[in-house]
């Protein structure tokens, strides 16, 4: 059990990040010419391989730091409000603390939010405290099955000691999330994923994995009722106040407008502001060009993925703009620099 000092740091630390989180989410409100996340890669290597994801590879080395610094810069002069590092896995990129560091530290009157996405298999105590210190914000980790299997080695067997040791030394935020859909062979198993993490004293939450190319694939019958009762152990959360989730696992399309490439970028090893992880090549014009004539174009922008997108990340960001701004057709991209293996808008 954490000291009496440890739970009351943790606690002003929560309370701090809630009150930034809130200012935020008004400065959303107010204007739409910021992003409101990014997703940043520093390493599109991964020490796994899991059969349904197609954002990894097992060869590319990290993002030099001083580029990182330069992506980072540049997120904070369009105003982006929330920065989440991914991969890949990004605990294998040498310099993460500074990169973290510097999402924190940027800007006179506010610092971006940081955020980490991890497979979990390199944190130790070590690595947590580290994590601490370079002012990480919130951290999730996604466990697929119980046992690992041939789809995925992101099991509870193997990851329940370093949930243990974020139990134990992690200041900032964590949430794991557990999956349906896609191949899991186990369903059941969310549920056991999911009250772990709230007995740990985490907060837990349920995806339904995309298909290959990042859309729809409906729930069976036993997969809907464990989503239904993981919900029950989700604490209250933003992630809660939509419905598309709902709608995903029951098959049916969404109608919203996409924000994606305005509100919502993500930015690749190549330094390319993509719609998000599943649709890479659009628009695919570099970072350090990014205007805010970009941001207004794409906020306006009709995405024909849209309707069956399981992208929570982007779901949820659209929805401070859902009640105003239509969106009408793409018009033609800007000239765009080649990026491999990209996912395209079908």
């Known amino acids: 059990m954490p000291s009496f000092t440890t739970t009351l740091r943790r606690r002003a630390l929560a309370l701090h990040r809630n009150i930034r989180g809130a200012n935020m989410a008004a400065r959303a409100l107010a204007s739409t010419d910021h992003p409101l996340l990014a997703h940043i890669i520093p390493m599109r290597r991964c020490n796994l391989a899991c059969t349904y ?3 990894y590879d097992d060869f590319s080395k990290p993002v030099p730091i001083d580029e990182m610094y330069r ?3 540049k997120l904070g002069s369009l105003g982006t409000s929330v920065v989440t590092i991914s991969g890949g896995e990004p605990l294998m990129h040498p310099e993460l603390d500074d990169v973290i560091r510097l999402i924190r530290g940027h800007g006179s009157s506010h610092s971006m939010i940081a955020g980490l996405i991890t ?3 390199l944190l130790v105590a ?3 405290k580290r ?3 370079a002012g990480l914000e919130w951290l999730q980790i996604s466990i697929d099955n119980v046992n690992p299997d041939d789809v995925s080695m992101k099991s509870l067997k193997v990851l329940d000691k370093k949930l243990q040791l974020l139990a134990e030394h992690a200041d900032f935020h964590v949430n794991i999330n557990s999956v349906v859909g896609g191949g899991i062979a186990h369903p ?4 056991t994923i999911g009250k772990r993490a709230v007995a740990l004293g985490f907060t837990s939450t349920i995806g339904i994995i995309h298909d290959g190319s990042g859309q729809l694939q409906p729930l069976g019958d036993e997969e809907r009722r464990i989503y239904h009762e993981m919900q029950a152990l989700e604490k209250a959360s933003f992630t809660r106040i939509n419905a598309f989730q709902d709608n995903i696992a029951k098959g ?3 109608d919203w407008r996409c924000r994606a490439g305005a509100r919502y970028l993500y930015i690749c090893e190549n330094g390319l502001v993509h719609y998000c992880s599943q649709q890479r090549g659009y628009p695919g014009v570099p970072l350090a060009t990014y205007t805010r004539d970009d941001l207004r174009r794409e906020y306006l922008t009709e995405k024909s993925c849209a309707p069956h997108c399981t992208v929570s990340c982007v779901h949820q960001v659209s929805i401070f703009d859902s009640w105003r701004a239509p969106q009408h057709s793409a018009p033609p991209f800007p000239e765009a620099t080649p990026a491999r ?3 395209q808008i079908k």
Do not use: F, K, S
């Open 53 to 55: 994801c197609n954002e």
């Open 71 to 73: 992506r980072i810069d």
């Open 119 to 121: 497979n979990g298999y």
């Open 126 to 128: 070590d690595r947590i």
């Open 131 to 133: 994590l601490n210190r």
């Open 188 to 191: 059941q198993d969310a549920l």
């Open 252 to 254: 049916l399309p969404n």
């Open 341 to 343: 293996d990209l996912v």
